[in-house]
């Protein structure tokens, strides 16, 4: 019963808690469900660490703080997929060399490129949220992990698997549409629950986002693999931090419960 949430705890971040000794192709299939979750759990930590850390850093250190933090939490695994991608995508001609540079473990300029790229925009967006004085800050700092997260579950669904083995191929097992549903009635709940109107508009935004770059990848790729997935998520948070540092000053960005006055 416990297999499913603790294979998505597993494969998202690197808490030891979460090694078990058997995961099932199913397991991991039906993990998608609780990627939100995930998430979610992922943005109280960051929330956390940033309601701490700003009483006793300015801002640039917070954001540093945070950026280091959410690598350290998914062992780096998307930011070295968003790496293989630009170096595959960027580097190859057709889809066949593309492939087989991602496979290359080695790193090229494309992949620094990439990295350095998305770091700075993910920085220079905790800076910009960490210094508004505006509420909403603390709920943006936990959607936008969880929304980013089920943009990778959207994609799965969405997109066939360009290779017969691979970390994301037991996800391409069994009976996917069920549990896609009910990840995506958890992001919805999640991003309403926490961001109101403000919220679900950026979770659609998001999803919609996560629906064009996998037709890209598709185009270039002959399909998504583990690699396009944790590129996805990069891109994905970057955008979605944006757009919650463009609606906080206009108090959009609100729990539903207080929204309704019922806080």
């Known amino acids: 019963m416990l297999k499913a949430p603790q294979a998505a705890l597993a494969f998202l971040t690197w808490l030891p808690a979460t090694r078990l000794r058997e995961r099932s192709p199913q397991d991991i299939s039906q993990s ?14 960051l929330m956390l660490v940033e309601l701490g850390a700003s009483r006793i850093f300015p801002p640039p250190l917070t954001a540093a703080l945070l ?11 998307h ?41 700075l925009l993910k920085y220079g967006a905790l ?27 959207a994609a799965l669904a969405a997109f066939p698997y360009a290779r017969n083995h691979g970390l994301g191929s ?7 549409f069920p549990a896609t549903v009910l990840a995506a009635l958890v992001a919805t709940l999640i991003a309403i629950l926490f961001g ?3 919220g679900a508009g950026i979770l659609i935004g998001a999803t919609l986002l996560a629906w064009i770059l996998g037709i890209g990848m598709f185009k270039m790729l002959g399909g998504l693999t583990g690699d396009t997935y944790g590129a996805i998520n990069e891109l994905v948070e970057v955008a979605t931090l944006a757009a919650a540092v463009a609606v906080i ?7 539903l419960p207080r929204s309704l006055g019922w806080i």
């Open 32 to 45: 998608r469900i609780y990627f939100p979750f995930v998430g979610l759990l992922m943005g109280l930590i």
């Open 67 to 77: 950026v280091v933090l959410l690598l350290l939490l998914t062992r780096g695994l």
């Open 79 to 119: 930011i070295d997929g968003l790496m293989d991608v630009c170096d595959g995508l960027f580097g190859g001609t057709t889809p066949e060399r593309r492939m087989e540079i991602m496979r290359d473990s080695r790193v090229g300029a494309f992949a620094v490129a990439g990295a350095v790229g998305v770091l």
């Open 127 to 153: 800076v910009s949220l960490t210094s508004l004085a505006s509420p909403g800050k603390e709920m943006a700092l936990l959607l936008f992990p969880a929304i980013s997260r089920w943009t990778m579950v």
């Open 170 to 176: 037991p996800f391409h097992q069994g009976t996917v």
């Open 196 to 198: 109101g109107i403000a």
């Open 249 to 255: 000053p206009y108090g959009w960005l609100d729990p």
